[in-house]
């Protein structure tokens, strides 16, 4: 059940363009992301909820197709600060656990 | 407003011992999660509690591994007796009433446990 993240790691110019990539193989409640970096919490970046989106930041946005099963995390004109490791995590049903992939990494080099 | 409170930080022990680790989730979220994080991997969800009740401890290897939530606020996580694999970060997180379905999940630092 656990969805798959693509790629599994990703090496940016500050200013370029990044795509993360989460699928599921079960019809998606709702698809969180997070960015952890490294040694610290994980931290909450969006929700996109079954039926719509929810865009939680200015440059970071996502999609949510729900007949695919999968949802894709867009990061424009990278910062450095962009950098981390990106989790989706997914409800397969309304009263489910969240589930997360195995996590990609992001490098933004100056 | 206070963020979840996780203790201790950093764990040595040798296998076969006992550990436990703290948390305090955020003033007013009924739910609570315990997740272990191997390295390099994303979160696997051990304990799921909705106020002081258990909604899911699928995951939970139930016999070294055991939690409780007394009053519903503060949890505790214990290992008893570790295993080298155990060896992990235990991150703690909450949310509100509404669960993760809508509402976005609050972690705490962590407590690295390293078993010898």
């Known amino acids: 059940q656990q969805p798959v993240q693509s790629p599994q790691a990703v090496i940016l110019r500050e200013g370029e363009d990044a795509v993360i990539n989460c699928s599921s193989s079960k019809a998606l409640y709702s698809v969180h992301w997070y960015r952890q970096k490294h040694g610290e919490a994980p931290v909450f970046l969006m929700i996109l909820l079954k039926g719509g989106e929810q865009k939680g930041h200015e440059k970071i946005s996502a999609s949510f197709n729900e007949k695919k099963q999968q949802s894709s995390l867009y990061l424009t004109a990278s910062q450095l600060s962009y950098s981390g490791t990106y989790f989706c995590?997914?409800?397969?049903?309304?009263?489910?656990?969240?589930?997360f992939g195995q996590g990609t990494e992001l490098s933004v080099k100056p | 407003e206070a963020g979840v409170a996780q203790s201790p930080r950093y764990k040595i022990i040798e296998k076969r011992q006992s550990v436990a680790f703290w948390c305090n989730p955020i003033?007013?979220?009924?739910?609570l999660y315990w997740y272990q994080q191997i390295l390099g991997q994303g979160p696997k969800l051990l304990i799921q509690f909705q106020n002081n009740g258990v909604v899911d401890d699928s995951q939970l290897p139930k016999d070294r591994f055991s939690a409780e939530r007394l009053k519903g606020v503060d949890s505790t996580l214990k290992i008893q007796p570790a295993k080298l694999e155990d060896s992990a970060v235990y991150l703690c997180?909450?949310?509100?009433?509404?669960?993760?379905?809508?509402?976005?999940?609050?972690f705490g630092s962590g407590t690295q446990l390293s078993v010898l």
């Open positions: 997180a909450s949310s509100s009433l509404r669960g993760a379905l809508h509402e976005k999940l609050f």
């Open positions: 995590g997914i409800l397969i049903n309304q009263g489910g656990k969240l589930i």
């Open positions: 003033s007013g979220h009924a739910t």
